[in-house]
């Protein structure tokens, strides 16, 4: 078995398909979006492995549109008992969160495909959480996260928060697309969008999430995806304007089709994740 140490966890390097690990003949040597630093030599794909990335899909598929709708489960484990906690301090937060743990609720967002990178084939259990983003405000985001926060300081889960979703959020007309598919951030969709990005960028990176949140009123300008419910949520889970866990860049900032991305990962400081205690 070929692995690597990433960040302490160890990862397989080998390609997944079908749901097994396969090598290859060939490898490319990974580097770091940070410095450029090598961190593994990762299995590189050929004809061979193509062929049967595509057939394995093809296959499962003939099983899969067998199967009714209200029989296709979950392919990993959730945690239930996190959700339900999690919605048990609903009222004292002052929100409204409902916990669902039906094994055959459908899958709609594409968040989900990070479960293969992040826990598959480590025992880890997932809790999705949906917000809402067309009625939802600032201080309804808030006591979401407060929520869940709670909740897992009751628990005793060791919790990795994963806020899932762009900065600024616009996309080019269609017409225009094809000619703004790089990913320069030259082509994000406005100079305006570019700037309130990476000022949001600095201010995480500063561990300063007191004026991230107390400046979404003029974030919104620029259309945050979601009204940034992802980040507010999981920085009030940290402890709202009271959290100083600085950012780390995991990826360069880059343009999608006009929106701006960035992976930045926040470590908790050695006094706790809260500047109060």
């Known amino acids: 078995m070929s692995t690597a140490k990433v960040a302490g966890v160890e990862v397989d390097t080998r390609h997944w398909i079908g749901g097994r690990r396969i090598g290859s003949e060939r490898t490319f040597t990974d580097v770091s979006p940070v410095d450029e630093s090598p961190i593994a030599e990762i299995a590189r794909g050929t004809e061979v492995e193509v062929d049967a990335a595509v057939s394995a899909p093809r296959e499962a598929f003939r099983t899969w549109a067998a199967t009714p709708p209200d029989q296709r489960a979950y392919d990993w484990r959730g945690d239930p008992e996190l959700a339900h906690a999690t919605a048990a301090l609903a009222d004292k937060h002052g929100t409204w969160i409902t916990a669902i743990d039906d094994p055959y609720l459908p899958l709609h967002y594409g968040t989900v495909n990070l479960w293969s990178y992040l826990g598959r084939g480590l025992g880890k259990r997932w809790v999705s959480v949906s917000n809402t983003a067309e ?15 709670e909740a ?26 094809r000619a703004h598919e790089a990913s320069d951030p030259a082509h994000i969709r406005t100079e305006q969008a570019r700037a309130a990005d990476a000022d949001r960028i600095a201010w995480l990176e500063a561990g300063d999430h007191a004026r991230v949140i107390d400046t979404r009123p003029d974030f919104l300008g620029v259309r945050p995806e979601a009204k940034f419910a992802h980040y507010l949520m999981m920085v ?30 926040f470590d908790r400081p050695a006094a706790g994740w809260r500047t109060d205690g």
């Open 236 to 265: 009030a889970a940290l402890g709202g304007r009271s959290a100083c866990a600085p950012g780390r860049a995991f990826s360069k900032y880059e343009n999608s089709v006009g929106t701006g991305q960035m992976h930045i990962w």
């Open 152 to 177: 897992i300081a009751q628990s005793d889960r060791r919790v990795l928060l994963l806020a899932s979703g762009a900065m600024s959020h616009t996309f080019w007309p269609l017409r225009e697309l």
């Open 135 to 149: 009625t939802g405000d600032t201080e309804d985001f808030l006591r979401a996260g407060r929520a869940i926060g």
